[in-house]
């Protein structure tokens, strides 16, 4: 009886992964019923009977009535069944493989297995974007520098969260640091930022960002605690605060570059938008006044452009600036 069960499991797996374009008969759901029950108990009995055709009809038939699934047979009935409802869209699908296909945290196996995985969330157009990005892995062909798997780090660490516990960990540096230090944190959630995984997760009174691919020996600990109220996660990695007062942020640049100003800060916070009558490179200069608050996001923007745009004022934000690009040539 037990054994039946999971072959019915492994039944509803089948249909599950089928879809329009690609509709299984009830021959097909048996003999991957089989070779799936080999994967999984490869020393079970040679003679172990398979599920039925009969059997496998039934099953479909009491699916469809249960609502649970939109399981639907193929207007040529010899083509069988497929599944109609998937949990990803062709768009959703798509944003999903592009930040596992751009993951530098994520090994390469690691990459496939989830894109496998997902093709059985999606619809048909969203399996070929998919299959796209598996191409990609393989044309690219680098070797991978990461030996060790992040995945199993990560479910440890959504464990605790769900869980509301407390994690020790150690942790170095750097990559290429040989000294770790254990920390004992609340973990919050699983954020990206450059395509890195980190953990943002309360220490003390204050939360921090751990970089996963740094963190080793992860243990969820008997400690429960509570998540702050007010915490905002937007805040946190925007490196702003609620009660940042609001600045003037003046600054100019060629016209060309208009765009890339707008995209940045939004038509809502620009105040001031004007040719100031200069002449650079063939282009007019424009200046423009936003009204923004003063985060880290803000001036990593104006690192990443600093050879394309002046700050003008506040004074404030000039001398920071400067101080951040003389410290960032001191090290080159």
């Known amino acids: ?193 450059d395509n890195e995984l980190y953990l943002t997760a309360a220490v003390g009174e204050a939360h921090e960002d751990f970089k996963v691919a740094l963190m080793r020996n992860i243990d969820i600990q008997a400690e429960e605690f509570q998540s702050a109220k007010n915490f905002s996660l937007k805040q946190h990695l925007d490196g702003t605060r609620e009660d940042a007062p609001l600045i003037d942020l003046k600054i100019s640049f060629l016209e060309s570059f208009i765009e890339n100003v707008v995209e940045r800060f939004g038509l809502n916070r620009i105040r001031q938008l004007a040719s100031n009558g200069r002449v650079e490179d063939g282009e007019n200069q424009y200046r423009v006044t936003i009204r923004l608050r003063e985060d880290e996001r803000l001036y990593d923007w104006l690192c990443q452009h600093c050879n394309k745009v002046k700050v003008a004022a506040p004074n404030a934000v000039k001398a920071n600036l400067k101080d951040r690009l003389l410290k960032a040539i001191s090290v080159l």
């Open 1 to 193: 009886m037990a054994d039946n069960f999971v072959k019915h499991i492994l039944m509803l797996e089948s249909l599950i992964k089928s879809d329009r374009e690609a509709p299984k008969t009830a021959r097909q759901i048996q003999s991957e019923v089989e070779r799936r029950w080999k994967e999984i108990f490869p020393t079970a009995p040679a003679d172990d009977k398979p599920l039925s055709l009969q059997t496998i009809h039934r099953h479909v038939k009491a699916i469809k009535a249960s609502g649970l699934y939109n399981i639907k047979s193929h207007d040529d009935n010899k083509l069988g069944y497929y599944n109609t409802s998937h949990i990803l869209s062709t768009a959703e699908a798509a944003v999903v493989s592009a930040a596992i296909y751009q993951s530098a945290s994520l090994a390469v196996d690691e990459k496939k297995r989830i894109l496998n995985r997902l093709k059985s969330a999606t619809d048909t157009d969203g399996t070929s974007i998919i299959y796209g990005f598996e191409l990609q892995i393989k044309i690219d062909d680098k070797p991978n520098i990461r030996t060790h798997s992040i995945l199993h780090k990560v479910k440890t660490i959504c464990q605790a969260i769900v869980e509301g516990k407390q994690i020790t960990f150690s942790l170095r540096k750097n990559s290429a640091a040989d000294d770790w230090h254990e920390v004992t944190a609340s973990p919050c959630f699983i954020t990206g930022k």
